[in-house]
Each structure stands twice: as structure tokens, then as C-alpha cells.
């Protein structure tokens, strides 16, 4: 028996450690099912083993992290300044352009909040965000993950949304109490609700193995196309509604799930170089009160633009005064302003303005022509 | 009971480390392999937890101390990730193993076969990993990407040469 042990020794010790620890796998894949509403995805004694690992690991990243940022700092404070004169101008046109477009959706999403007043819509505004800066990775590449440098001390809790400006980025994973795991939206385990934004189909976003992100619950439709936008629904729980997500790139049968698709999408957010993100700690059914100033400000503007169109038109010699004053047209309705655009006659329910009665008519002036029951074949179209 | 002599192949080969070495420079590594991604993405393709393990399992060639580092390393790098705890501990524990085995048959110190072991216990790391997650966590959404893997062999057996090269000076005899 000793010398079986001895002489057998080094592949005893293998098979002993890799039992023990595909006995511990299985008990790992079990447990979070049980637990999962009480302890989130991992077991209580897996959470404090994964504790104390990153424990001893993240102290050193943050260290790296603010040296490397520091270093930075100094680049980007001193050196870098060389354009930012032509930055900040090119910045104000772009304020400026942005102005005039809020002012023209303001009214848009005013009209918008009353509708959804109306159906008792219950929309969740983002209220409150924690930023936080990418501190490292899981290491792996196969675990699309990185550390955030806040954690349960600074309000951040599992399973709450991380965005950047750009759109939306991923989930809280475990929270420690300075450091918090961030899921990538392509992580194979990674999943969001998700809307097509023209379409209005709903479907449901994954992370893949080889690192993209795809929806593959849809069948083949024919409106689905490359280009459209992708953004969240709101189903999950977790994603807030209407965050971009970004745009799908290409739409091909999924070989293993037929009858689906596999719809890739390419994320608005650079997934890969992650510096800064928000985390979303709380939500409203209301706007937040600096979203209510901005859209009252933006309410107001509209307002100003609407009525200083309307005086340029009651100033400018409209082409509806001169059809006013002079002919009265075959049909009588010249001074009428049911169909006015704008104190400006214009043709029934169409938009357009009415056409300026012309000077010398001929058999191609509107109006010349004969209704077409009394035209005759071979007879002539209009009066010589 | 088998005496060595001091000019025996096993006794010649086989090297020490300090402990803060043995401690440190598997820590390093992990360390390293979470921090550089960040800022260079594609350097996510390298596995150097895995080099520092067969640096360490060809040196000492005992296959339990070969085993128990790679098992270490492979269950500390789990506790970053959102595997479960066992999914590299498994398969860096067995090329522990296997790399300590063959350093008694291949000579460590030439450059090629430095190289030719990167190459080919990274590519059984890959296999292993891969049968893990299909056959023990029963995942069916894991797929083998053989020209992604052959690549991460390539990168890694090219970065073994100069990491090989820093540890050897740590090397001490027993």
C-alpha cells in the first residue's frame, strides 16, 4: 500500500486537487439558483473567497491606476492645451446648433410627457448616477468584466445600470464595499432588454463568446435592417428605458437556433476602452428638476422661434396677399383661411401654398385645361 | 531507497526559489494580466499567470509543486472573473502537472523548446478550458475559436522567451 502511494504519488495529488475542485464547480453551479434572490450570483462562501481576491488585488490597481492618471493629468493639463482655443469654438457653434435643435424637439417631447400622462404611462427618468472610474479587468479574456473604483460606501448595489454618454455599457455585478464589478454588455452571461427604435420590434440583447453582442430571439422580418438603432426597452428592470445601445451592423440566419436570426449589433459605447462610467442609482417616475428647468428653457425658446416666424410672415408680401387682392380664382376659396398656412391660402389639407395666378395663360398654366369629361379623342387639350 | 548523485539529470536541473519569489512574482503576474488590458486591449490575447506557471513547474520539475502552483494561480485568477472558482484552478493545475512531468525529459534551458512548451500548454490550456465549461458547466454557448486559440499560443510562446529570461535570474539550487 505505502509503496502504491509513494510510486503513485505525484498523480494521486492531480487527480485528488482536480476532484476536489469539480465537486466545488458543481456545488458552485447549484447554489446560485437557490440563493439567488438572497445572495445575488454567487454563494455566501464564494462571495467572501471572491472578496478577499479582490481585496488583495484591487488596492494595487487603484495604485497603478491614479499613478497613471496622474501622469496624465499633467499631459493633458499643460501640453495637450495647444487646441483647445479652436476646441472650444468649434464646441460653442456646436452648443449653439444644439440649442436650436432641442427648442425644436422641446415641443415634440412636451406633447410626448402628455400623452403619456394620459395612459398613466409609468416612464423612469434617471434621477441620480455615481461616476466612477475603470480601475482593471478579470484578467481573462473570456470574462468581459472590469473593477470600478466605487463601491457599496459610495450607494452602488448589484444589478443597477452603467451607462456612458455615449449609451450603455453594462451592469454591476458584485459590490464590495470600495469596489464594484462591472458586466460588459458583451460578457457571454450578459443580457438587456432592448427595442429597434423605427421598427418597435422588442427583443433580447447577449454578450457572445467571441466578444460581440447580438440579439438572437427574432425571426427573419423583413423591416429588421442593418443601420437602425438599437436602444433599451425598459423590460429588464435594470436598463432604464429609451439609453442607446447602438446600431445593428449585420442580420444573417443563426445556424445553431433556426428559425432565428443572429442580429449583431456594434455598441455606441466603446466597450473595449472604458475610462470613465455612470452608474445609475436611482430612477423617478417624474422628470428630474434640472430636466424640468431644461425643458421648460427649451419650451421657451420654441415659444420665442414660433412667434418670431409668425411675425416675419406678417411682415414680409406674402404670396397669399397679392392672390387675395387680385383674382379670385375659378373656385372661390381665395379668402378663406381654414386651409391658410400661416395667414397664407393654401391648397386643401395639402401643406403647400396656393400657386400665384399667372399674367399670360396658356395651355400649360394650371387651370387651362378642360375637366378631363369633356375632353374628346383627337380634339385639342386646351383653347389655341 | 534511490540515493542521487551529484551529477544525477534531476539534481542538476532542479531549482529554488525565495519565497518572496514563489509568492510575488505569481501575484505580479495576475496583477499585471488585469491591470494592462485596460489600457491595452489587445493584451488580453496573453495569458502570463500561465507562462509564470510553466516557468515555475520546468524548474523545480516536481510535478505536486507544479500542480499546487498552477491550481493556486488558476483559482486566484477565478476570484477577478465571473467564472466559477475551479474553471482555471483545473486547467492550470493540470499544466502544472504535465509541464513539470516533461521538464525531466526536455532540456528547459534551450530556447526552442522554451518556446515549443509555451506553444503546446497553451493550446492544452485552451482545450481544457473549453471542455470544462461544456462538459462541466454544461455551457452550450461556449465555442472553440481554433484560429483565435492558435493565435493566444503563437503570443504567449513569444512572450515566454523574455519572461523566462527575467525569472531565470531568481533561479537558485536547491
Same mark, same amino acid.
Given at each position: 500500500?505505502?509503496?502504491?502511494?509513494?510510486?503513485?504519488?505525484?498523480?494521486?495529488?492531480?487527480?485528488?486537487?482536480?476532484?476536489?475542485?469539480?465537486?466545488?464547480?458543481?456545488?458552485?453551479?447549484?447554489?446560485?439558483?437557490?440563493?439567488?434572490?438572497?445572495?445575488?450570483?454567487?454563494?455566501?462562501?464564494?462571495?467572501?473567497?471572491?472578496?478577499?481576491?479582490?481585496?488583495?488585488?484591487?488596492?494595487?490597481?487603484?495604485?497603478?491606476?491614479?499613478?497613471?492618471?496622474?501622469?496624465?493629468?499633467?499631459?493633458?493639463?499643460?501640453?495637450?492645451?495647444?487646441?483647445?482655443?479652436?476646441?472650444?469654438?468649434?464646441?460653442?457653434?456646436?452648443?449653439?446648433?444644439?440649442?436650436?435643435?432641442?427648442?425644436?424637439?422641446?415641443?415634440?417631447?412636451?406633447?410626448?410627457?402628455?400623452?403619456?400622462?394620459?395612459?398613466?404611462?409609468?416612464?423612469?427618468?434617471?434621477?441620480?448616477?455615481?461616476?466612477?472610474?475603470?480601475?482593471?479587468?478579470?484578467?481573462?479574456?473570456?470574462?468581459?468584466?472590469?473593477?470600478?473604483?466605487?463601491?457599496?460606501?459610495?450607494?452602488?448595489?448589484?444589478?443597477?445600470?452603467?451607462?456612458?454618454?455615449?449609451?450603455?455599457?453594462?451592469?454591476?455585478?458584485?459590490?464590495?464595499?470600495?469596489?464594484?464589478?462591472?458586466?460588459?454588455?458583451?460578457?457571454?452571461?450578459?443580457?438587456?432588454?432592448?427595442?429597434?427604435?423605427?421598427?418597435?420590434?422588442?427583443?433580447?440583447?447577449?454578450?457572445?463568446?467571441?466578444?460581440?453582442?447580438?440579439?438572437?430571439?427574432?425571426?427573419?422580418?423583413?423591416?429588421?435592417?442593418?443601420?437602425?438603432?438599437?436602444?433599451?426597452?425598459?423590460?429588464?428592470?435594470?436598463?432604464?428605458?429609451?439609453?442607446?445601445?447602438?446600431?445593428?451592423?449585420?442580420?444573417?440566419?443563426?445556424?445553431?437556433?433556426?428559425?432565428?436570426?443572429?442580429?449583431?449589433?456594434?455598441?455606441?459605447?466603446?466597450?473595449?476602452?472604458?475610462?470613465?462610467?455612470?452608474?445609475?442609482?436611482?430612477?423617478?417616475?417624474?422628470?428630474?428638476?434640472?430636466?424640468?428647468?431644461?425643458?421648460?428653457?427649451?419650451?421657451?425658446?420654441?415659444?420665442?422661434?414660433?412667434?418670431?416666424?409668425?411675425?416675419?410672415?406678417?411682415?414680409?408680401?406674402?404670396?397669399?396677399?397679392?392672390?387675395?387682392?387680385?383674382?379670385?380664382?375659378?373656385?372661390?376659396?381665395?379668402?378663406?383661411?381654414?386651409?391658410?398656412?400661416?395667414?397664407?391660402?393654401?391648397?386643401?389639407?395639402?401643406?403647400?401654398?396656393?400657386?400665384?395666378?399667372?399674367?399670360?395663360?396658356?395651355?400649360?398654366?394650371?387651370?387651362?385645361?378642360?375637366?378631363?369629361?369633356?375632353?374628346?379623342?383627337?380634339?385639342?387639350?386646351?383653347?389655341? | 531507497?534511490?540515493?542521487?548523485?551529484?551529477?544525477?539529470?534531476?539534481?542538476?536541473?532542479?531549482?529554488?526559489?525565495?519565497?518572496?519569489?514563489?509568492?510575488?512574482?505569481?501575484?505580479?503576474?495576475?496583477?499585471?494580466?488585469?491591470?494592462?488590458?485596460?489600457?491595452?486591449?489587445?493584451?488580453?490575447?496573453?495569458?502570463?499567470?500561465?507562462?509564470?506557471? +510553466?516557468? $515555475? %513547474? @520546468?524548474?523545480?520539475? =516536481?510535478?505536486?509543486?507544479?500542480?499546487?502552483?498552477?491550481?493556486?494561480?488558476?483559482?486566484? #485568477?477565478?476570484?477577478?472573473?465571473?467564472?466559477?472558482?475551479?474553471?482555471?484552478?483545473?486547467?492550470?493545475?493540470?499544466?502544472?502537472?504535465?509541464?513539470?512531468? +516533461?521538464? $525531466? %525529459? @526536455?532540456?528547459?534551458? =534551450?530556447?526552442?523548446?522554451?518556446?515549443?512548451?509555451?506553444?503546446?500548454?497553451?493550446?492544452? #490550456?485552451?482545450?481544457?478550458?473549453?471542455?470544462?465549461?461544456?462538459?462541466?458547466?454544461?455551457?452550450?454557448?461556449?465555442?472553440?475559436?481554433?484560429?483565435?486559440?492558435?493565435?493566444? %499560443? @503563437?503570443?504567449?510562446?513569444?512572450?515566454?522567451?523574455?519572461?523566462?529570461?527575467?525569472?531565470?535570474?531568481?533561479?537558485?539550487?536547491?
Amino acid at each position: 500500500m505505502e509503496s502504491f502511494l509513494s510510486r503513485f504519488k505525484n498523480s494521486l495529488v492531480l487527480i485528488t486537487i482536480v476532484l476536489v475542485q469539480a465537486i466545488g464547480l458543481a456545488i458552485q453551479v447549484q447554489r446560485p439558483k437557490e440563493d439567488a434572490k438572497t445572495l445575488g450570483t454567487d454563494g455566501q462562501h464564494t462571495t467572501l473567497l471572491r472578496y478577499w481576491t479582490v481585496s488583495l488585488v484591487t488596492p494595487f490597481e487603484k495604485v497603478i491606476h491614479w499613478s497613471s492618471f496622474d501622469v496624465w493629468k499633467v499631459w493633458s493639463g499643460y501640453v495637450g492645451l495647444r487646441h483647445a482655443h479652436q476646441q472650444n469654438e468649434q464646441l460653442e457653434l456646436e452648443i449653439a446648433r444644439l440649442r436650436q435643435e432641442q427648442a425644436a424637439f422641446a415641443e415634440d417631447a412636451a406633447q410626448g410627457r402628455r400623452l403619456q400622462a394620459l395612459l398613466a404611462f409609468k416612464q423612469q427618468y434617471i434621477s441620480q448616477t455615481v461616476a466612477a472610474q475603470v480601475i482593471g479587468t478579470s484578467g481573462v479574456d473570456s470574462s468581459r468584466m472590469l473593477y470600478l473604483d466605487k463601491g457599496s460606501a459610495d450607494g452602488l448595489k448589484p444589478d443597477q445600470a452603467v451607462i456612458t454618454p455615449d449609451g450603455v455599457v453594462g451592469k454591476l455585478r458584485d459590490v464590495f464595499p470600495h469596489t464594484a464589478q462591472l458586466l460588459l454588455l458583451n460578457d457571454a452571461t450578459s443580457g438587456a432588454g432592448v427595442v429597434l427604435e423605427s421598427t418597435r420590434i422588442r427583443g433580447i440583447l447577449r454578450g457572445t463568446a467571441n466578444g460581440r453582442v447580438q440579439i438572437n430571439n427574432l425571426t427573419a422580418d423583413s423591416r429588421i435592417k442593418p443601420g437602425e438603432k438599437v436602444i433599451t426597452s425598459g423590460g429588464d428592470q435594470v436598463f432604464p428605458r429609451g439609453l442607446p445601445v447602438g446600431v445593428i451592423e449585420s442580420v444573417a440566419p443563426d445556424p445553431q437556433h433556426q428559425p432565428y436570426m443572429a442580429i449583431t449589433i456594434h455598441t455606441d459605447a466603446n466597450l473595449s476602452r472604458l475610462e470613465e462610467v455612470l452608474v445609475i442609482t436611482g430612477t423617478q417616475a417624474t422628470l428630474p428638476a434640472a430636466a424640468e428647468q431644461d425643458a421648460a428653457l427649451a419650451d421657451a425658446a420654441a415659444e420665442e422661434n414660433k412667434r418670431a416666424a409668425d411675425v416675419i410672415a406678417e411682415k414680409l408680401p406674402s404670396i397669399g396677399e397679392s392672390g387675395a387682392t387680385g383674382s379670385t380664382g375659378s373656385s372661390g376659396e381665395t379668402g378663406s383661411t381654414e386651409n391658410s398656412i400661416r395667414g397664407v391660402p393654401g391648397i386643401p389639407n395639402s401643406g403647400l401654398p396656393k400657386t400665384v395666378p399667372v399674367v399670360h395663360p396658356d395651355k400649360y398654366s394650371p387651370g387651362a385645361a378642360p375637366p378631363a369629361e369633356n375632353l374628346q379623342p383627337g380634339g385639342a387639350s386646351a383653347p389655341q | 531507497m534511490a540515493e542521487h548523485s551529484y551529477t544525477s539529470r534531476q539534481e542538476m536541473d532542479q531549482y529554488a526559489f525565495h519565497t518572496a519569489v514563489t509568492l510575488l512574482v505569481p501575484l505580479g503576474s495576475i496583477l499585471l494580466q488585469a491591470v494592462l488590458p485596460k489600457t491595452f486591449p489587445v493584451l488580453a490575447i496573453f495569458d502570463l499567470p500561465l507562462i509564470v506557471v +510553466i516557468f $515555475f %513547474a @520546468v524548474a523545480r520539475r =516536481n510535478p505536486v509543486a507544479g500542480t499546487v502552483t498552477g491550481t493556486l494561480v488558476g483559482v486566484f #485568477q477565478d476570484g477577478l472573473t465571473n467564472h466559477p472558482f475551479g474553471v482555471n484552478g483545473i486547467a492550470k493545475g493540470i499544466v502544472g502537472y504535465a509541464a513539470a512531468s +516533461i521538464g $525531466f %525529459a @526536455v532540456d528547459v534551458e =534551450n530556447i526552442i523548446n522554451r518556446i515549443a512548451l509555451n506553444f503546446i500548454f497553451s493550446l492544452l #490550456q485552451s482545450g481544457l478550458l473549453y471542455l470544462i465549461a461544456r462538459l462541466l458547466l454544461g455551457d452550450p454557448t461556449v465555442k472553440l475559436m481554433p484560429l483565435h486559440e492558435l493565435l493566444r %499560443a @503563437v503570443c504567449n510562446a513569444a512572450l515566454s522567451v523574455p519572461v523566462f529570461y527575467a525569472l531565470d535570474r531568481f533561479k537558485s539550487r536547491e
